[in-house]
C-alpha cells in the first residue's frame, strides 16, 4: 500500500508564500500523475495542479501564474511551490498520487491533506 503525507502548511498573510511538500512511500514501480487539490469549507473538492507521468503541468484557471508543481522522482515527492496567496486560497490543500506498484497493479492513494490559511 502506498502512503501519501503532505507537509508545509500554515498560516500567511496575503501576498506571501508557501511550500507544499508530498512524499510517497511503498514499492512504487512508476508515478503517473502525481495532483494538488484543495477544498475549502462548504465547498467541493477542487483540482489545483497536476504533473503527468510524463512531466506535463495542468493548473487550475485561479492559480495560474501563482502555483507551481514540481516533482522529485528519486525522492517520491512532489512540491507546490504557491506564491501571491489570496484569502481565497484558504483551503484544506491534499495530494493525489497515482502509479503503479511493482506488482504491475495500480494505486490511488491521498494524504490526510494540509491547512493552508490566507488572512487579508
Known amino acids: 500500500q502506498v502512503q501519501v503525507v503532505e507537509s508545509g502548511g500554515g498560516f500567511v498573510q496575503a501576498g506571501g508564500s508557501l511550500r507544499l511538500s508530498c512524499v510517497s512511500s511503498?514499492?512504487?514501480?512508476?508515478?503517473?500523475?502525481m495532483g494538488w487539490y484543495r477544498q475549502a469549507p462548504g465547498k467541493q473538492r477542487e483540482s489545483v495542479a497536476v504533473?503527468?507521468?510524463?512531466?506535463?503541468?495542468k493548473y487550475a484557471d485561479a492559480v495560474k501564474g501563482r502555483f507551481t508543481t514540481t516533482r522529485d522522482i528519486a525522492k517520491k515527492t512532489v512540491y507546490l511551490q504557491m506564491n501571491g496567496l489570496e484569502p481565497e486560497d484558504t483551503a484544506v490543500y491534499y495530494c493525489?498520487?497515482?502509479?503503479?506498484?511493482?506488482?504491475?497493479?495500480?494505486?490511488?492513494?491521498w494524504g490526510q491533506g494540509t491547512q493552508v490559511t490566507v488572512s487579508s
Open positions: 493525489n498520487v497515482r502509479g503503479m506498484y511493482y506488482g504491475l497493479e495500480d494505486f490511488d492513494s
Open positions: 511503498g514499492s512504487i514501480f512508476r508515478f503517473s500523475d
Open positions: 504533473i503527468t507521468g510524463n512531466g506535463n503541468t
